[in-house]
């Protein structure tokens, strides 16, 4: 059972445009990690959010963490053909890691 | 820098051979665990090991099997290979069974 949908599945920009990701659930979580995975690599963390309503910041890209605990967004602010890959959230509950299918980033120069 | 070292990164089997993938970690970690990975399905976890010696099933442990003699080494094997095998395969360690996963490169299997 997917208990972690990502929108959109697929997404296809210019450089220097904004865009934003979601992570949605109808569970609460305990914490919530955003990944990214480059073509023929493994995923590499992002960032990791504990507390209903956080906001992390890395470089630009922004986090948030819903008050609720439930669902995430990844904003990332003039975007560079260097975010090109698979952008992946996993919810951690109960000793158990619930995985989004990701949402495939493209950058065009 | 922490590592995860995956022995092969392309494979290509015969259906029934047997495969064995292994990993390796250097983070000292307490957990380990094999993922595949494929389009439309997203990463699955096949198992886990949560200290030397033992393992719990994941989601999809039908065809495999594990073996984590030391610490740092997990190993996923294939008793015999078939083609709805062929998949890519991720090892990850973690302090935790929720926390920070370190991924290898990953091994890509093809089994005609």
């Known amino acids: 059972t997917q208990l972690l949908e990502q929108s959109p599945q697929f997404l296809s920009i210019q450089e220097g445009e904004n865009l934003t990701v979601y992570c949605n659930s109808s569970s609460v979580f305990s914490s919530l990690q955003w990944y990214r995975q480059e073509p023929g690599e493994g995923p590499v963390l992002l960032v990791t959010?504990?507390?209903g309503g956080e906001v992390k910041k890395l470089k630009r890209l922004t986090f948030q963490f819903g008050d609720a605990r439930k669902d995430s967004s990844l904003h990332i602010t003039a975007a560079q053909p260097g975010d090109t890959g698979l952008y992946l959230c996993i919810g951690g509950n109960n000793r158990k890691l619930i995985w989004g299918l990701g949402t495939s980033l493209a950058v065009n120069p | 820098d922490v590592k995860v070292t995956q022995s092969s990164r392309y494979l290509v089997k015969r259906t029934g051979e047997k495969v064995f993938l292994e990993c390796v970690q250097d983070m000292d970690h307490e957990n380990m665990f094999w993922y595949r990975q494929d389009p439309g399905l997203g990463l699955r976890l096949i198992y886990f090991?949560?200290?030397?010696?033992?393992?719990e099933k994941g989601d999809i442990p039908e065809g495999y099997s594990v073996s984590r003699e030391k610490k740092e080494r997990f190993s996923l094997i294939l008793e015999s290979a078939s083609t709805n095998q062929t998949s890519m395969y991720l090892c990850a360690s973690s302090w935790s069974e929720t926390g920070e996963l370190f991924f290898g490169e990953g091994s890509r299997l093809t089994v005609l």
């Open positions: 959010v504990v507390t």
């Open positions: 090991s949560y200290d030397v010696k033992m393992k």
